[in-house]
């Protein structure tokens, strides 16, 4: 009887090792396995990591270094500490360029967002051909901008432009849009307007394919009519959606350049009310080579576009609604 007790002991022993051994071993693999997941994921970001750091990380810090210097066209400089800022702070052509950008986003980014919503919406229905509506939206916004450019300012010139030659047919003179002050400005908003609908509509688009239909069911069964479900289902669901699209839109209007560069010129007479801060930058940078304060320029429009996004992600918490 003791000795088949013992035998007995022995085999839970060794039943007990085996469990142990196989566990240890499955744990041994699966950190091995895990460790090998890691490295695999870590060696194919890489390069992307290191093109960040490279060109984005490192030039950001090399041109905040380069702000406190007298950089110019044959790479010599000097460290003049905070004189590029204080040059900056009573430069009046940055005040009116600041003006010129405000102005400018606060009229593109409102319209450009809100008649996207409306495109996505109508392009959520079931119509025929919708492919093509959708593909043609789309188009503006994977063109080159300098061709865009060129277009429009055919399409805007005062004396042999389509846009004046149309107006003329139902007896209307048109301006001269993009040589005149009071009109170059709205020129500018119409042409970005243009652009940025197509690639906000397609990010919306993707938002509103994602609400559960059930949401319009119960809608519908409770007597709430399209007008109703879209500002009582509609919006709210999709403001996460529309809130990355207006940080987007802003970030974008704020740093526009080519548009100025190609459409206006800068032997137009427009070029001191349409001028945005990018366009200072550039000129500093790379007409007057002028590098170190170019830098301080850049880091300003770094600076405000921050305070833009900090500003716009403490507010969204009162209107973007999270599921």
Known sequence: MEAGKKLNSNEKINKLKILDYIGNFKRNN?????????FWAYLLIFPTVAGLGVFYIGAFFQ????????????GRYNFIGLDNYSRLISDPEVYQTLINTFKYTMLVVPLTVGISILVATL???KIKGIGIYR??????AVTMPAAVA?????????RIGLINYLLSLIGITGPAWIADPRFAMFALVIVSVWMGIGFNMIILLAGLQGISKNYYEAASIDGAG?????????????????FFVVVMS???????????????GKES????????IVYLFYRHAFEWHDKGYAAAIAVLIFAIILIFTVVQMALQKKWVHYE
């Not at 593909?135 to 503006?140: C, G, I, N, R």
């Not at 209007?253 to 190609?262: G, P, S």
């Open 63 to 74: 041109n905040l270094y380069y702000s406190f210097t007298n950089l110019g066209a044959f």
């Open 150 to 158: 060129m277009v429009w300012r055919w399409l805007f010139n005062g």
């Open 250 to 264: 802003l970030i974008n209007a704020f740093q526009t350049f080519e548009l100025i560069f190609l459409m206006i």
């Open 269 to 276: 007479m427009a070029i001191d009310k349409t001028k945005t």
């Open 30 to 38: 699966f950190s091995k396995n895990r460790l090998k997941n890691y």
């Open 226 to 242: 399209p007008v109703k479900q879209f500002f009582s289902i509609t919006l709210p669901v999709l403001s996460p959606t529309i």
């Open 135 to 140: 593909t043609l939206y789309f188009l503006p």
């Open 123 to 125: 392009l959520n229905s």
